[in-house]
């Protein structure tokens, strides 16, 4: 199945890594290469997208579309984690009102400072920072600036537990998010619940069980929820390529010539877009910049 390339939108169940379902999925089609977008925890459920085949080169863009999130914050405790995993490290009897996460709410609001949580993916000197975490090696994780769009309280039936829906961008940390608001409430919290219910075009309505998958008869790209590499892909500017020279050009790495007046829905300025995708029936073929009608690839994908 190495020819195979495109787009899944699983929803990951509770208490399996992001990890684990891609290992799964790479077994049951005999894929060779896959990936996806954006790790989600185990104790975490929601939107995951897998990329199949040359598609893999196009994740990145995927990580840096607008992504939603419901999610619990318990009130009273901070544990080692900032999720309900970890060991509780600080408790308090300071509990916020609703009034109050209201308004603290509004602050969060707009590119914020955050520090990511000491148990992640990221990497400090090369090792990632959770196995340090695991190895009680004594480390500092930097801050990064990060973009809140909407937040807002859905549920709030239990004074020590109260659901948010977050709108949010590219590298940001719920449970970092849950840590630095009870921290302005004056109080201790952590995430008890998280749900990713949107990635770009991937959301809930698209999204396809994780054993509804592994229990299809078909190949993998006669799935009904199996998506071309393009119609996932948000806001993009892109360019039809049609002719079997150009094809091969591109297959080879060389640089090509378009007609700049056929791409689609272009700026008014191209110099907006630093990245053009070439497309065919579906499929990217490449992305990479123009030098006045001229494209230069990046990355090719056939």
């Not at 090696?137 to 769009?149: A, C, H, S, T």
């Not at 109260?162 to 109080?187: H, P, Q």
């Amino acid at each position: 199945m190495s020819n195979i390339q495109g787009w899944l939108n699983i929803y990951k169940p509770l208490n399996i890594s992001s990890f684990a379902i891609i290992r799964r999925i790479k077994k049951k089609f005999n894929i060779d290469k896959i990936g996806h977008g954006g790790t989600l925890d185990p104790l975490a459920e929601g939107i995951l997208p897998i990329a199949v085949g040359k598609t893999t080169k196009l994740i990145p863009f995927i990580n840096s579309d607008v992504k939603e999130y419901e999610f619990e914050i318990k009130w009273g405790e901070q544990t080692s984690t900032d999720d309900r995993e970890g060991k509780i490290i600080e408790r308090t009897d300071n509990i916020p009102t609703l009034e109050n996460i209201k308004i603290k709410l509004k602050e969060f609001r707009g590119i914020i400072i955050q520090k990511p949580p000491k148990a992640s993916a990221i990497k400090i000197k090369g090792e990632r920072a959770y196995n340090l975490l695991r190895q009680n090696i004594d480390f500092e994780v930097g801050e990064k600036n990060v973009q809140i769009f909407e937040t807002k309280i859905i549920n709030w039936e239990n004074e020590l537990i109260t659901k948010i829906k977050i709108k949010c961008g590219k590298g940001f940390y719920v449970r970092s998010f849950a840590r630095d608001l009870a921290e302005k409430l004056d109080s201790k919290g952590h995430v008890h619940s998280l749900k990713r219910t949107k990635v770009g075009k991937f959301n809930i309505n698209n999204a396809n069980l994780l054993d509804d998958l592994l229990k299809i008869g078909q190949r993998l790209h006669e799935f009904r929820g199996f998506h071309s590499s393009v119609s996932m892909l948000d806001d993009i500017l892109a360019y039809e390529v049609d002719d079997e020279e150009s094809k091969l050009n591109l297959s080879h790495g060389k640089e090509i010539n378009i007609n700049i007046n056929l791409l689609n829905n272009p700026p008014l300025n191209l110099l907006d877009r630093k990245v053009i995708f070439l497309t065919n029936k579906g499929s990217v073929l490449s992305f990479g910049k123009l030098d006045g009608d001229l494209f230069k690839p990046d990355k090719v994908l056939i």
